[in-house]
Nanobody, 118 residues
Framework: QVQLVESGGGLVQAGGSLRLSCEFY????????MGWYRQTPGKQREVIGT???????YYKDSVKGRFTISRNFLNGSTVLQMTNLSPDDTALYYC????????????WGQGTQVTVSS
């Protein structure tokens, strides 16, 4: 069983920065691909970026160069550092853990709101 606890988020002006954290509670964290997703009302949840337990990274094109995922490879916790935010980044952000070799095993954090004002 895995529990993901997020922190951070809030209100920021356009052009500003925010940092989201996700604590991983469970075992075998290195077996999980950690990721960040976001969702706005009426839209599907979309992936922002992921990092495997061996350090392979993926980023959605629209956040490349602005968002950075950092992972603690010992305990699985991750940080999403967001810079140069725009109102289009306003969403509910979720931490995600997927068992890399068994993708049907996954967990979500509770979500944290990010609001970017213009």
């Amino acid at each position: 069983q895995v529990q993901l606890v997020e922190s951070g988020g809030g209100l920021v002006q356009a052009g500003g920065s925010l940092r989201l954290s996700c604590e991983f509670y469970g075992t075998m964290s290195s077996a999980y691909t950690m990721g960040w997703y976001r969702q706005t009302p009426g839209k599907q949840r979309e992936v922002i970026g992921t990092v495997t337990g061996t350090g392979s990274y993926y980023y959605k094109d629209s956040v490349k160069g602005r968002f950075t995922i950092s992972r603690n490879f010992l305990n699985g916790s991750t940080v999403l550092q967001m810079t140069n935010l725009s109102p289009d980044d306003t969403a509910l952000y979720y931490c995600h853990a997927r068992y890399t070799s068994a993708p049907h095993l996954f967990y979500w954090g509770q979500g944290t709101q990010v609001t970017v004002s213009s």
